[in-house]
């Protein structure tokens, strides 16, 4: 983990739900947190170099910016990287985890989802017409998982910076 | 924010169905990577297309108002602050109490994400996704359980999915035209 101090804490518990909307928000930060507008560019800046933060940026809602859908599909192993490179090259990919933990006794091996991607589109047509393209390159069915609901959405948590810290 | 703000440039009628114009697409595009760290962000990002920085921020307002962005905010790397054990969390939880449960587990710190999905019968019986963070997979599992015991009787069986590798992750991107192949 990179070397923290606690203005670089302050920054992450404090804005990592919202920055200020203001004409000049790194000047209110500054205000905020008892340091210079020039301070706190200088440090975000830094964290986002180290790659602590990913971006100091919007975080669009995919449902809003259009269609999305989080999918799956069970490949064996020994397929798993060459289906995986397959999926990240067709249109509107932005996540593609390999996950383990879901094989288990009683579980036909076709049901061993084990690439887990979000794809995304303008809108639904073209969504269901990128999934039924993939599902044919591929050969094999997806597991189409849109949401229902959502009881809590990426905002965010808070950071336990003291269990990060113990041994 | 009023929508009479916005000036009646013939592009900004160009509205698709996600309610962005042109101008918001531009906008988008030139901000979803991050935003310049500079002391005026939004001159900055409004000076190569044209707009003013007053502009650029009432239409971020609007797009916060109306849900198109959900934060604009510094975007933690949970990963690289010690939080490399991420399971996902599926639960086949009973129908007649995922309400309750749903919002109970959304407020749990280490919670990133709670959605209710579909069911894919009989391969896939999971209702509930709950995304848990720890630093090790011992931390996840005992997360996990005790959302098990928070759920009681009302949850029939449960799996942790860790992420092994991630192959792909680039956050939501819109397309340079949006609605066009790629």
């Known amino acids: 983990m990179a070397e923290l101090d606690a203005l670089d804490r302050r920054l992450i518990d404090a804005y990592q739900r919202g920055l200020p909307l203001c004409e000049r928000p790194f000047a209110a930060m500054g205000e905020c947190l008892g340091v210079s507008e ?26 809003r910016a259009g269609a999305s859908l989080l999918a799956a599909v069970a490949v064996p192993e020994a397929e798993r990287d060459a ?30 989802y084990n690439l887990w991607f ?37 905002l965010g948590f808070p950071i336990s910076w003291a269990e990060l810290e113990a041994p | 924010m009023s929508v009479s703000t916005c000036p009646s440039e013939p592009q900004a009628d160009d509205t698709s169905a996600n ?4 101008i918001d697409r531009a906008i988008v595009l030139a901000t979803q990577a991050g935003l310049p760290l500079v002391p005026d962000p939004w001159g900055a990002v ?23 962005t959900r934060r604009i905010a510094a975007v933690p790397n949970h990963y690289r602050l010690g939080y490399v054990a991420n399971g996902m969390t599926v639960w086949d939880v009973d129908d007649a109490h995922i309400e309750r449960l749903g919002r109970e587990v959304a407020a749990i710190p280490g919670v990133s994400h709670c959605y209710r999905r579909p069911r894919h019968l009989p391969e896939w019986p999971y209702n509930l996704f709950v995304m848990l963070h720890g630093r090790t997979r011992e931390e996840v599992e005992r997360q ?16 942790i999915l860790y992420s092994s590798r991630i192959l792909k992750k680039t956050g939501l991107r819109l397309a340079r035209r949006l609605g066009s192949p790629r």
């Open chain 2, 46 to 68: 409004g000076k190569p297309l044209g707009l003013a920085g007053n502009e650029v921020l009432a239409r971020m307002r609007r797009m916060q108002a109306n849900g198109m």
């Open chain 1, 83 to 112: 289906v995986a490179e397959a999926i990240n090259r067709s249109p509107g990919i932005n996540h593609n985890y390999a996950r383990e933990g879901l094989a288990r006794e009683g579980l036909a091996r076709q049901h061993d």
């Open chain 1, 118 to 154: 979000v794809m995304t589109a303008s809108d639904e047509i073209q969504l269901e017409a990128r999934l039924e393209a993939l599902e044919e390159e591929l050969g094999y069915a997806l597991l189409r998982l849109p949401m229902v609901e959502a009881f809590h959405i990426d």
């Open chain 2, 144 to 159: 996990a359980e005790a959302l098990r015991e928070r759920f009681g009787d009302a949850c029939r069986d449960h799996r």
């Open chain 1, 38 to 63: 020039t301070q706190v560019i200088e440090r975000l800046r830094w964290l986002q170099q180290a790659e602590v933060l990913s971006r100091v940026g919007p975080v669009f809602d995919p449902a």
């Open chain 2, 19 to 22: 309610g962005l114009d042109a």
